[in-house]
């Protein structure tokens, strides 16, 4: 089977204006030499930082720029999504807005025509159909914008950052159409920042890095890869000697870093491994009981994780002046995927005294391979749990119920609805035996 | 299926591609043009008082003045009548090439997130400003009757004249859309070259005011064979073939290279828009 797209030696430079009055001489090497192929019917992620050139990518493809040199074939009809609303005007109404953007996507008539209904009844505008668009709500738009665009139906689709807006809702309903256009055997080029989305949708993923292709492959081994590099710098901070360390004159820090399970720093964890947090600190007299402590916060600055160090037999207990290195293991399946950030302190007691307190000492970012391993299984959708802990259950299911209790029963007639002979067939029971 | 095949554009895509996609986006002209439409009468009065002022008000002013300064012989027609047949297709002509030729700078954002075949954003705005030509040509004829020049079966050639100067005004902002695409200072000139170019068409004034050596001169002007040709339909003035043919070859001159200019430079006018 020929490859949906098969790109060779894709090559794009733009030129660069250094001031008013330069000769633009030099170029900017957007894409360098990118050769892929993309089998037909496969969602693939595109992943790389900003300015790697994803975006050129994608407006390659869609013929938007040319290359400056290479060649790329696309076997079917193209159509791309790089931003919601493309053609829409503030002053049409709803209706007229479909139309017009159905129209500047590709669309004829009567494939409007025949997809309007759906159309609205995907953005959920309802009533406001013929009312111009610069009244609706923000979110409306986009739904309404999203609805268009999710309703063309090419055999390629480009897409470029579309969960980069809108609320939980919506980013919801544009992954789940993707999902389903996927299933149907469109193939779909997927440009994101987000590496749930693109761990979501993808089975596999392209890593673009100042232009050059880093990595094609299974999409976990490219986010991984991804995230490690990316990210590997951030995941320690060292202080050095001097008074410039978090403290006070009696403790001061002077390390914190994020390790994965082999023990290297990184600040990307994998949520099913397990991860250790650590930390150096000097003391700078002898005679104090001190209690360190870190406290985990995710991105809305909930408080997921509080630990001291209760299990060692240094708690409780006098520490003497010199240098203490901490290491926190943290089991997996503990955290929720995100941004996290770490705090450290340390104190004395009675009275509260802390001596060292460094409220966002570290970040990472903890991730989760949607590989079904973790307590989320095989539930693609947001989770809100703090911290995602895999618990054991237990189901048992009988073979057959009466549905009585499933009706609202109706006052003073006793009505009974027939059990439907074949909606439950088999017994079974998982893990309880 | 379809293949499309992207390469590096230096002479642009064939034409043959090029033509076949401009006839796939129909639909695309069609909601465009309507949204401009749309915009323009959203207060029906106001937006049908607008298009009729818009000849009006010049050939008024230039009935008074011009025609007392200069009395150029119009064969016969009412100089107010005369400027009018005038001012309707250039009115348009001027409207439309002035709104048509800033389409793409207009439109950077969606030519950076879409692909269509790009002469579809100046054939729209074109198309919606027609309604003015219309409109004009109407009321052109109205004051004729009322002027004492009745209906006569050449008026039949109006709308063949109509598509004429549509055309001119295509094409000409094509290739200026694309100008301006590529250098931001040519919109400055626009403006100048549309007050530049009304005098150098027989507007204000018939064609037989220029004297007959530099006569010639008017024929390079595409408008001219336009402008000549409405008023002969409209009153039966005599036409000057020769002066018409020449007209029309400029026309296709420009035409010409105003669609080469555009194929040369049309896939990267979303990186210069």
Known sequence: ?433 | MKLTVIEPLRRGVSFKTAWAECRESATLLRYLTLRDLRLRFQDPLLGVLWVTLQPLLPAAVFATIFARILQPTTSGVPYSLFALAGFVPWTFFSTSVSTASMTFVWNANLLNKVYFPRAVLPASAMLASSVELMAGVVLVCGYSVFRGFPPRASWLLLPLLGLYVAAIAFFVSLGLATANALNRNVKFAIPFLMQVWIYASPVVYPSSFVPERSRWLLGLNPLTGALDGFRAALFGTPLNYRLLLLSLASAAAIALGSVLFFHRYEAFLAERA
């Open chain 1, 1 to 433: 089977m020929r490859p949906a797209i098969a790109a060779r030696g894709l090559t794009k430079q733009f030129p660069v204006q250094r001031g008013w009055d330069s000769k633009a001489a030099e170029f900017f090497l957007a894409l360098d030499n990118l050769s892929f192929d993309i089998e037909p019917g496969q969602a693939v992620g595109i992943v790389g930082s900003n300015g790697a050139g994803k975006s050129t990518l994608l407006k390659i493809l869609a013929r938007i720029l040319p290359p400056t040199s290479g060649r790329a074939e696309l076997n079917g009809r193209v159509g791309s999504l790089l931003e919601a609303g493309a053609g829409f005007h503030p002053e049409l109404s709803g209706r007229d807005n479909i139309f017009l953007s159905g129209a500047v996507l590709g669309m004829k008539k009567n494939e409007i025509l025949k997809r309007l209904d759906e159309i609205v009844d995907f953005s959920g505008v309802g009533e406001f159909l013929d009312r111009p668009v610069k009244h609706y709500s923000s979110g409306m738009y986009l739904r309404l914008a999203f609805a268009v665009a999710a309703h063309i139906e090419p055999e390629i689709l480009l897409v470029d950052e579309l969960l980069a807006v809108g609320d939980a809702q919506y980013q919801k309903k544009c992954l789940q159409r993707m999902e389903n256009l996927s299933q149907n055997g469109q193939t779909i080029l997927f440009v994101s920042h987000s590496m749930q989305a693109v761990a979501r949708l993808c089975r596999s993923a392209l890593w673009i890095d100042r232009g050059k292709l880093r990595m094609a492959g299974p999409v976990a081994e490219v986010i991984a890869g991804y995230l490690k590099e990316g990210e590997a710098k951030t995941g320690e901070r060292v202080w050095p000697e001097g008074h410039h360390a978090p403290g006070d004159e009696l403790v001061r820090l002077r390390r914190v870093r994020v390790a994965n399970a082999e023990g290297q720093t990184t600040s990307s964890i994998n949520i099913g491994e397990e991860f250790t947090i650590e930390f150096d600190y000097d003391v700078a007299h002898d005679g104090m009981v001190l209690f360190p402590a870190i406290r985990l916060f995710n991105e809305w600055g909930t408080e997921a994780i509080w630990s001291t160090d209760s299990g060692s037999p240094l708690h409780g207990k006098v520490r003497p002046r010199g240098r203490y290195h901490c290491v926190v293991r943290f089991p997996r399946n503990l955290l929720a995927e995100g941004l996290m950030s770490v705090s450290v302190s340390v104190a004395s007691l009675c009275p509260t005294r802390f001596h060292l307190s460094e409220p966002e000492a570290i970040h990472f970012q903890a991730i989760e391979l949607l590989d079904g391993t973790t307590a989320r299984g095989d539930y693609a959708d947001s989770i809100g749990s703090v911290v995602r802990p895999l618990l054991a259950w237990t189901t048992e299911s009988k073979p057959s119920v009466s549905f009585d209790s499933f009706r609202t029963p109706k006052a003073g007639i006793e009505s009974r609805i027939p059990t439907p002979e074949s909606s439950i067939q088999g017994h079974h029971d998982e893990g309880a035996s």
